[in-house]
């Protein structure tokens, strides 16, 4: 049977919605994302408890509230990035803005994680194997690659936003191999591919109803991205959809990186 708090989970993704087409000012501002992405995060960990008997909010609480605490950072990290690339913009929010933001931006990384422990649950991916071959002279040619990818945005931004996405992933996972810590690049060394495949669809499934439920939000982001700014769905062009899935790679890595430093 699903726990109690997937189906508030569902409750709140219906208010979510309804806040969205039925707006109820100040309510609607201040309420429809929170209830939305917290519903989503609710409810899916509900579901992997239900198929494996274990997730995040039940058998590792800490983790799981830790993951809104780290996702703070990380996004306020790439608002950052995006001072130079200025990809999106955000129509005026309920005040005060910077309060507003950070609880939008708490539930980014718990979201992906959560789906991608969903997908681990099925048998996506279950035979699909690649591998690469990965040295520590490699390792480290990935993190230059990596301290390249942060720098050149802000050197030629109009060129080299889509690195952003990259960057971290680049820089990071590496270090988390040298350090002996888990890794995407270690586990795709031994032929292990399917988290490395899983993060990235979860992504790209969250950035899907990122996209969706922004496009009626009554407060929402638009994008000024050069050159692929054509056919969009919902506001979103459709080859920036491909940012996700690197996006998915990267805050695992964050994840990881951040999990050895506090440890």
């Known amino acids: ?19 969205i087409f039925s707006p109820i000012e100040p309510f609607s501002s201040y309420l429809f994302f929170i209830s939305l992405w917290m519903g989503l995060i609710l409810f ?3 579901v992997v408890y239900l198929r494996t008997n274990k997730s995040l909010l039940n058998n590792h609480p800490k983790k799981f ?7 703070i950072a990380v996004w306020w990290f ?7 690339i200025n990809n999106w913009v955000y129509t005026p929010i309920a005040k005060p803005e910077w309060l507003m933001k950070t609880i939008a931006f708490s539930t980014v990384i718990p979201a992906v994680f959560e789906i991608k422990d969903f997908l681990l649950s099925t048998a996506l991916f279950k035979k699909t ?7 520590n002279k490699k390792a480290y040619w990935f993190i230059l690659i990596g301290i390249f990818m942060i720098i050149l ?10 690195l ?4 971290m992933f680049f820089l990071l996972d590496p270090i988390n191999y040298l350090a002996k810590r888990p890794s995407l690049i270690s586990d795709l060394s031994k ?16 950035g899907f109803f990122w996209e969706f439920w922004n496009y009626w939000a009554p407060a929402k982001w638009h994008y000024v991205i050069p050159f692929v700014g054509f056919c969009k769905i919902f506001e979103m062009p459709v080859l920036g959809y491909l940012g996700y899935i690197p996006f998915g790679w990267s805050l695992y890595a964050i994840y990881i990186f951040a999990k050895g430093l506090f440890r």
């Open 164 to 167: 952003v996405w990259l960057s």
């Open 191 to 206: 032929g292990k591919s399917r988290l490395f495949l899983c993060l990235a669809l979860a992504a790209l499934t969250c």
């Open 129 to 135: 194997r690649f591998k690469i071959e990965m040295n």
């Open 1 to 19: 049977m699903l726990k109690w708090y997937g189906w508030l989970g569902l409750l709140l993704i219906v208010l979510g919605e309804f806040l």
């Open 78 to 84: 790439y608002e950052l990035l995006n001072i130079s």
């Open 44 to 46: 899916v960990d509900a």
């Open 153 to 162: 945005p802000f050197v030629l931004p109009r060129y080299t936003f889509p």
């Open 65 to 71: 509230w830790s993951l809104f605490v780290l996702s």
